[in-house]
């Protein structure tokens, strides 16, 4: 049998990450609900939206603290896979960051637009569709790279460390949060970011420390987040078995499938299957693009 091209594969696989992700009319959903809130939409602060513009364990509260382990003031900063763009509005806010995102979604990005302009920060923040292992950016673009929650979605794990360590400028600094295989075992989905297997690309820690250390990132720091996110989800499932599901949560971005994808993921979390980390490299002396272009790499 004729294989198929890489390209076509991975425009099909985009496709269906697109798809697993896709929930229409996002940013209407989101303003309505503000509405039966009684919230004015001419004053909707940051924090009447981060229940569900932070798409990842611990939400906001997390990404404050991420933006704490660097210099982030007045900083160009790169949200790869930034979903519907919480944080960049809040490095954008509360740092002065020129902050640019950049998402496979249409439908996230298109959000991402409007909830800018909902709290009146679009002249801080860009929003691009486009593929993270095809970042459309100038070599040495950014003082600051950001993700959080999104390589688990990416077979080329090289291409994507590698075109982020690309961008990078000499000097800046690479911020990550994220879910990394732990055990041997084989997790069941669904999970948040995968209905079914052949969307999940999980690797382990070290694997990605290998990966940016060979582009010449060094590591500064790693934290782990596994306990924090456990007590996390703990917490809100007593609040929902209480109160139901909130107003403004991540249930307007996973619907009836929350339950199911989150409990899943609090199980490998307790088993020890999956972990939570945090960190920051440094890009020192600035990445070799010619080295990375001779090693095929970009
Ligand atoms: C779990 S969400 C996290 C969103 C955001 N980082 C946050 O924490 O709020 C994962 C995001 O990765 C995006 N994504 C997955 N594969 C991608 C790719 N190849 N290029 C760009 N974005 C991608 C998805 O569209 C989705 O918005």
């Given at each position: 049998?004729?294989?198929?091209?890489?390209?076509?594969?991975?425009?099909?696989?985009?496709?269906?990450?697109?798809?697993?992700?896709?929930?229409?009319?996002?940013?209407?959903?989101?303003?309505?609900?503000?509405?039966?809130?009684?919230?004015?939409?001419?004053?909707?602060?940051?924090?009447?939206?981060?229940?569900?513009?932070?798409?990842h364990v611990?939400?906001?509260?997390?990404?404050?603290?991420?933006?704490?382990?660097?210099?982030?003031?007045?900083?160009?900063?790169?949200?790869?896979?930034?979903?519907?763009?919480?944080?960049?509005?809040?490095?954008?806010?509360?740092?002065?960051?020129?902050?640019?995102?950049?998402?496979?979604?249409?439908?996230?990005?298109?959000?991402?637009?409007?909830?800018?302009?909902?709290?009146?920060?679009?002249?801080?923040?860009?929003?691009?569709?486009?593929?993270?292992?095809?970042?459309?950016?100038?070599?040495?673009?950014?003082?600051?790279?950001?993700?959080?929650h999104?390589?688990m979605?990416?077979?080329?794990?090289?291409?994507?460390?590698?075109?982020?360590?690309?961008?990078?400028?000499?000097?800046?600094?690479?911020?990550?949060?994220?879910i990394?295989?732990?055990?041997?075992?084989?997790v069941d989905y669904p999970m948040p970011w995968a209905?079914?297997?052949?969307?999940s690309?999980l690797?382990?820690?070290?694997?990605?420390?290998?990966?940016?250390?060979?582009?010449?990132?060094?590591?500064?720091?790693?934290?782990?987040?596994t306990?924090?996110g456990i007590?996390f989800f703990?917490?809100l499932?007593?609040?929902?078995?209480?109160?139901?599901?909130?107003?403004?949560?991540l249930?307007?971005?996973m619907?009836?499938?929350t339950k199911p994808k989150l409990m899943n993921l609090l199980a490998y979390l307790k088993s020890?299957g999956l972990e939570l980390?945090?960190?920051?490299?440094?890009?020192?002396?600035?990445?070799?693009?010619?080295?990375?272009?001779?090693?095929?790499?970009?």
């Amino acid at each position: 049998m004729k294989h198929k091209p890489k390209s076509f594969r991975m425009d099909n696989l985009n496709k269906s990450i697109e798809k697993h992700y896709l929930k229409e009319g996002l940013y209407e959903d989101i303003v309505s609900r503000l509405k039966e809130q009684g919230t004015d939409l001419h004053k909707v602060k940051r924090s009447d939206i981060s229940g569900a513009d932070e798409f990842h364990v611990r939400g906001a509260v997390v990404s404050k603290e991420l933006a704490k382990s660097v210099n982030l003031y007045e900083a160009s900063v790169l949200d790869v896979g930034c979903g519907l763009g919480g944080p960049c509005r809040m490095l954008a806010d509360d740092y002065n960051c020129q902050a640019t995102g950049i998402d496979i979604s249409h439908e996230y990005i298109r959000t991402a637009k409007e909830l800018s302009k909902l709290v009146k920060l679009e002249r801080k923040t860009t929003f691009i569709q486009g593929d993270a292992t095809r970042l459309p950016f100038e070599d040495n673009s950014f003082d600051v790279i950001w993700t959080q929650h999104v390589q688990m979605n990416i077979p080329n794990k090289k291409k994507f460390y590698s075109e982020i360590s690309r961008v990078l400028k000499a000097g800046g600094y690479f911020l990550y949060y994220d879910i990394f295989k732990k055990g041997k075992e084989e997790v069941d989905y669904p999970m948040p970011w995968a209905s079914t297997s052949d969307l999940s690309f999980l690797f382990k820690e070290d694997e990605m420390d290998s990966f940016l250390t060979q582009l010449g990132l060094t590591k500064e720091q790693s934290t782990d987040q596994t306990q924090a996110g456990i007590e996390f989800f703990n917490a809100l499932v007593a609040k929902m078995k209480e109160f139901g599901p909130p107003k403004m949560g991540l249930n307007v971005l996973m619907g009836e499938t929350t339950k199911p994808k989150l409990m899943n993921l609090l199980a490998y979390l307790k088993s020890g299957g999956l972990e939570l980390k945090s960190g920051v490299y440094k890009n020192e002396t600035g990445v070799n693009i010619d080295l990375l272009k001779k090693g095929g790499l970009v």
